[in-house]
């Protein structure tokens, strides 16, 4: 069966990267307010979405909003009417996170701990038309999966991360994960954690990567632009969710007054900056919100004529 994604059915507004912001140029665009419901109306499309699987996440999980979000912005990509719920296909990790492979009606793969993100990229060797989008965890993304998503990053595949960052492996009842802060005392490291946490967002611009952004789990309407332009972006989009949990690592929770929206970045030295000000140890410091790196380069499917020649009549190597 054919595939309609072709370049010229993103939307262009959606698709553009804006204009490099001067070095000295204040990046803020508009403290982050009380987040709200989107004003959208009921989706028949939407709807079409929900898995029919009993739903086991905490009651009152960010999970619950990230789903959602999710949710309406597919249900928007197929209203436009350029694309087909076929279109899109997702990988998830193990994990809170990855339950939500099981609350949504789209194709894709349950994976291995840590290996969500190579899945996603043999989904898009394997028919590179389609809509690939990867959901993974602090712990599975930034330990057991570290090196796939650093060549995620070089490879530049035309996929999408959605990550999850609560610092905590909270599916496991709470053991730390690299971006747990120090001092974080449990049942694995009753001592306290010893060591500092990394910085994602650090790694991922020393990577090379094209798109790095940033929204809060409780800013719905964020979410969705954003999930938005992460698909939207021709390469690959790194989207960390900072999400609270409300069983375990409690003290690592309510970072929304710290929190502030930026415009869509295209200047790395300022993408530097802005990476700096939050560093997932202490309760200093503003953590920004938004596009803060995008670049155009090269995608891993242009490089190679086969896949071209794949994309180019709209086809998966099944069909060819």
């Known amino acids: 069966?054919?595939?309609?994604?072709?370049?010229?059915?993103?939307?262009?507004?959606?698709?553009?990267?804006?204009?490099?912001?001067?070095?000295?140029?204040?990046?803020?665009?508009?403290?982050?307010?009380?987040?709200?419901?989107?004003?959208?109306?009921?989706?028949?499309?939407?709807?079409?979405?929900?898995?029919?699987?009993?739903?086991?996440?905490?009651?009152?999980?960010?999970?619950f909003m990230i789903l959602d979000s999710f949710k309406q912005t597919i249900a928007n990509f197929i209203d436009s009417k350029k694309f087909k719920k076929d279109d899109f296909a997702i990988t998830t990790d193990i994990?809170?996170?990855?339950?939500?492979?099981?609350?949504?009606?789209?194709?894709?793969?349950?994976?291995?701990?840590?290996?969500?993100?190579?899945?996603?990229i043999g989904i898009k060797l394997g028919n590179p038309n389609l809509?690939?989008?990867?959901f993974a965890g602090d712990g599975a993304a930034y330990s057991e999966g570290i090196e796939h998503l650093i060549h995620a990053f070089k490879y530049n595949a035309d996929t999408t991360?959605?990550?999850?960052?609560?610092?905590?492996?909270?599916?496991?009842?709470?053991?730390p994960t690299p971006t747990t802060q120090q001092g974080f005392i449990s049942k694995s490291e009753p001592l306290g954690v010893f060591d500092k946490p990394f910085n994602p967002l650090k790694l991922a611009l020393a990577s090379n990567a094209t798109f790095i952004a940033r929204t809060n789990a409780r800013d719905m309407p964020h979410m969705v632009e954003t999930f938005t332009k992460a698909i939207n972006h021709k390469g690959f989009s790194f989207v960390e969710v900072i999400q609270d949990c409300i069983i375990f690592n409690l003290e690592?929770?309510?970072?929304?007054?710290?929190?502030?929206k930026i415009q869509d970045n295209t200047d790395k030295k300022l993408a530097e900056k802005l990476c700096d000000e939050y560093d997932y140890n202490t309760k200093d410091g503003k953590v920004p919100l938004g596009v803060i790196y995008q670049s155009m380069e090269p995608t891993l499917e242009e490089k190679w004529p086969q896949l071209k020649s794949l994309m180019k009549k709209k086809v998966s190597w099944v069909d060819k």
């Open 131 to 134: 809509k690939v989008i990867t």
């Open 252 to 260: 690592a929770n309510n970072k929304d007054k710290r929190m502030y």
């Open 95 to 120: 994990g809170c996170h990855a339950k939500i492979f099981d609350y949504l009606t789209l194709s894709g793969f349950y994976s291995l701990h840590g290996r969500a993100i190579p899945t996603g």
């Open 161 to 175: 991360l959605i990550l999850h960052d609560n610092q905590s492996f909270s599916l496991t009842t709470g053991q």
């Open 1 to 63: 069966m054919e595939n309609k994604i072709t370049k010229e059915s993103v939307p262009e507004e959606e698709n553009k990267v804006t204009k490099s912001a001067k070095p000295n140029a204040s990046p803020i665009e508009t403290p982050t307010k009380k987040p709200s419901l989107p004003k959208t109306k009921p989706s028949k499309t939407k709807a079409l979405l929900r898995g029919k699987s009993e739903n086991t996440w905490c009651p009152g999980c960010p999970n």
